[in-house]
T-cell receptor, first 114, second 112 residues
């Protein structure tokens, strides 16, 4: 199957700083990327959908100014958590799909804000 | 809006048992359904993908079935092993939006 690389796999940052998470499709062109957040013992909650070259579409309740999503190329999307606070600590997972409907997932990023 | 429910939420069994995990969805207009495994603190590992036109898929000791009309899928694990211990997630890709919607998962523990 296709490979989606997510980096970093874990990050610890101080409260008030910003953190960038990268999601790359290594062997296919991802026309659409999804960003999910997972709370402990909860399911993956969709945060936003991004199409290459367009602004991301955020789900209700997700602060677009806090979670900046950029999908500047067909192989890279980034999620920047701005002015991070401890409540932003979570597991973030990206997903990418090409023209087919199968979605491929990154390995996730564990963010801890101290 | 698509809603995905997984039953049971948790399962603890002795090694060797055959298991059935259930996934139901509210909107039958799906394109495909995927089963994933997630180990604690880790990302997702895709186990099986069933296209909407298919009835089942098999991989090793795993078999997934799909009944689109009734909005249900089952994941069958034969001869369970301690290494199967993980959370199993079901994701449905809905028609039109192509957005994967996840269930809450089934947390499985297989003890020796």
């Amino acid at each position: 199957g296709a490979v989606v690389s997510q980096h970093p796999s874990w990050v610890i940052c101080k409260s008030g700083t910003s953190v960038k998470i990268e999601c790359r499709s290594l062997d296919f062109q991802a026309t659409t990327m999804f960003w999910y957040r997972q709370f402990p013992k909860q399911s993956l909650m969709l945060m936003a959908t991004s199409n290459e070259g367009s602004k991301a579409t955020y789900e209700q309740g997700v602060e677009k100014d806090k979670f900046l999503i950029n999908h500047a190329s067909l192989t890279l999307s980034t999620l920047t958590v701005t002015s991070a606070h401890p409540e932003d600590s979570s597991f973030y997972i990206c997903s990418a799909r090409a023209l087919s409907t199968e979605a491929f997932f990154g390995q996730g990023t564990r963010l801890t804000v101290v | 809006k698509q809603e995905v429910t997984q039953i049971p939420a948790a399962l603890s069994v002795p090694e060797g048992e055959n298991l059935v995990l259930n996934c139901s969805f509210t909107d039958s207009a799906i394109y495909n359904l995927q089963w994933f495994r997630q180990d604690p603190g880790k990302g997702l590992t895709s186990l099986l993908l069933i296209q909407s036109s298919q009835r089942e898929q098999t991989s090793g000791r795993l078999n997934a079935s799909l009944d689109k009309s009734s909005g249900r899928s089952t994941l069958y694990i034969a001869a369970s092993q301690p290494g199967d211990s993980a959370t199993y997630l079901c994701a449905v890709i809905s028609g039109g939006s192509y957005i994967p919607t996840f269930g809450r998962g089934t947390s499985l523990i297989v003890h020796p």
